[in-house]
Antibody, heavy 118, light 107 residues
Framework: EVQLVESGGALVQPGGSLKLSCAASGFSFSVSTMHWVRQASGKGLEWVGH??????????TYAASVKGRFTISRDDSKNTVYLQMNSLKTEDTAMYYC?????????WGQGTTVTVSS | SYELTQPPSVSVSPGQTARITCSGDALPKQYAYWYQQKPGQAPVLVIY???ERPSGIPERFSGSNSGTTVTLTISGVQAEDEADYFCQSIDSSGTYYVFGTGTKVTV
């Protein structure tokens, strides 16, 4: 079964850091570009960024709202993609999803909740 | 920054046709994708590359592109189609992904 499972969400204070993980199974992870998408409660979807494959030098691209604060990485030996979030702001509070891109974002995880509050 | 604009809501009776539009300047050059999201669930891809349907998605879901506007059509709407729908594309540079503002479909 093709599956993505996120973990690591938590309550964190403004200015703090948090690292999310997304474990993949059931498909060839190492040749898949992986994305992070977030959704604040009751709001729309917001693309966070993505990481390409080894063949594409693990190139990363980020939305302007997170560039310089968030870093996406991956460990192909563990079939896992990560989202390191630094200098967190209250507006980063959201459900964070990882997703695979094949023809569109065709596989999504169930999400993990990040709350930034004092 | 690039934006994709959708109507906030569409209301349709069971068995009727729902049409959801998505407008963006780069849509003539970039494919559009559509996602369905039900409360408390992750989004599900229902249309890719403007008009292609993934396996497992009912035939009543279809997509079309007419320049700067793409349309998701749900023919013979069923109660289970009540959900939020988001379009998604990429900016003209081909670098940044963007989601539409979302449309709530009420059946």
């Amino acid at each position: 079964e093709v599956q993505l499972v996120e973990s690591g969400g938590a309550l964190v204070q403004p200015g703090g850091s948090l690292k999310l993980s997304c474990a993949a199974s059931g498909f060839s992870f190492s040749v898949s570009t992986m994305h992070w998408v977030r959704q604040a409660s009751g709001k729309g979807l917001e693309w966070v960024g993505h990481i390409r494959t080894k063949a594409n030098s693990y190139e990363t691209t980020y939305a302007a709202s997170v560039k310089g604060r968030f870093t996406i990485s991956r460990d192909d030996s563990k079939n896992t993609v990560y989202l390191q979030m630094n200098s967190l702001k209250t507006e980063d509070t959201a459900m964070y999803y990882c997703a695979r891109v094949l023809f569109g974002l065709d596989v999504w995880g169930q999400g993990t909740t990040v709350t930034v509050s004092s | 920054s690039y934006e994709l604009t959708q109507p906030p809501s569409v209301s349709v009776s069971p068995g009727q046709t729902a049409r959801i539009t998505c407008s963006g300047d780069a849509l003539p050059k970039q494919y559009a994708y559509w996602y369905q999201q039900k409360p408390g669930q992750a989004p599900v891809l229902v249309i890719y590359k403007d008009s292609e349907r993934p396996s497992g998605i009912p035939e009543r879901f279809s997509g079309s592109n007419s320049g700067t506007t793409v349309t998701l059509t749900i023919s013979g709407v069923q109660a289970e189609d009540e959900a939020d729908y988001f379009c998604q594309s990429i900016d003209s540079s081909g670098t940044y992904y963007v989601f539409g503002t979302g449309t709530k479909v009420t059946v």
